[in-house]
């Protein structure tokens, strides 16, 4: 597979395109901080089933009184609309085969959990650059219609455009509107995304990160891939993590009143052993 990452990093690694995000990419990224301002990337968790949203998080408050108040959380479908989340490079496949060339067969079961590539590896953190690309904006439209397909002539329209680009270990953010469509409209289950033809491209830009707002399910050509591809593609062939699910509507306003695009982004998946995935609060400082 000429687009293939496996065994760039080694035979053993689990990071995948993390490991482009070097100490002279954190400083770079921290050095584009100017105002100390943070902006949320993440959507608040949804609790009540919708039609986008078919298995919801669940919170209770499970004690209450003078002295202090004590509640459950749970997330039982981590990969699902609920919650903004990281996935690891355990969660999508490719022909029994995950990141790196490793089994799944022998290392992810129901029993153990994912023994490689599960979201430990990321208990350090995630510091970037990063890079919104707003294609809504580019369109000039508050948001894209599910089934829209974005394609590599878009993202560069959007560079030159905006006049920024992502560069190697860089988080690419991309924007097509749908919490704004969400607000204004209600609930769909449908959604925009990129085209499969951009898989190239991105494997060219060697970004670390892919930040959307859904996981990229676009109907596709007939005869070709399956419309998940993308989102399987990259993480199990590229080694890109995903972050998924991305509320990016403040994100959206922030940069256009700034006229700046790119900014520091911080990911930090919680420390769970064998999992496949952790919601996360992503947060963009200009």
Not at 114 to 137: C, E, F, Q
Not at 240 to 247: G, K, P, Q, Y
Request: charged content about 20%; hydrophobic content about 45%.
């Amino acid at each position: 597979m000429e687009l293939s990452n496996w065994g760039r990093w080694g035979p053993d690694d689990e990071m995948g395109t993390l490991n482009l995000i070097t100490p002279a990419r954190r400083r770079a990224a921290m050095a584009l901080v100017k105002e100390g301002v943070p902006v949320s990337l993440s959507a608040n968790a949804f609790t009540e089933k919708a039609l986008d949203v078919p298995c919801p998080a669940e919170w209770a408050l499970t004690s209450a009184s003078d002295t202090g108040a004590t509640d459950r959380v749970a997330f039982p479908c981590i990969h699902g609309a609920a919650s903004t989340h990281i996935d690891s490079l355990a969660h999508t496949f490719f022909r029994g085969k995950m990141w790196n060339g490793y089994d799944t067969s022998a290392l992810v079961t129901k029993e153990r959990g994912a023994i490689k590539n599960s979201v430990l590896p990321m208990k350090n953190g995630i510091v970037t650059r990063a890079v919104l690309y707003d294609i809504a904006r580019l369109k000039g439209v508050p948001y894209l219609a599910p089934g829209d397909r974005i394609f590599a002539e878009d993202l560069e329209a959007w560079e030159k455009k905006a006049g920024v680009r992502v560069a190697p270990g860089d988080a690419l953010v991309l924007r097509w509107g749908r919490y704004g469509r969400r607000s204004t409209l209600g609930p769909d289950d449908g959604a925009a995304g990129l085209d499969n033809s951009v898989l190239p491209w991105l494997k060219r830009r060697d970004i670390a990160l892919l930040v959307w707002e859904t996981a990229g399910y676009t109907p596709q050509p007939a005869g070709d891939l399956p419309r998940n591809a993308v989102h399987n593609f990259i993480q199990a062939i590229l080694g890109i993590h995903v972050l998924d699910r991305a509320d990016l509507e403040a994100l959206s306003e922030a940069t256009a009143s700034r006229n700046r695009w790119e900014f520091m982004l911080t990911v930090t998946p919680l420390a769970l052993t064998n999992a496949t995935g952790s919601p996360v609060n992503p947060i963009a400082m200009f």
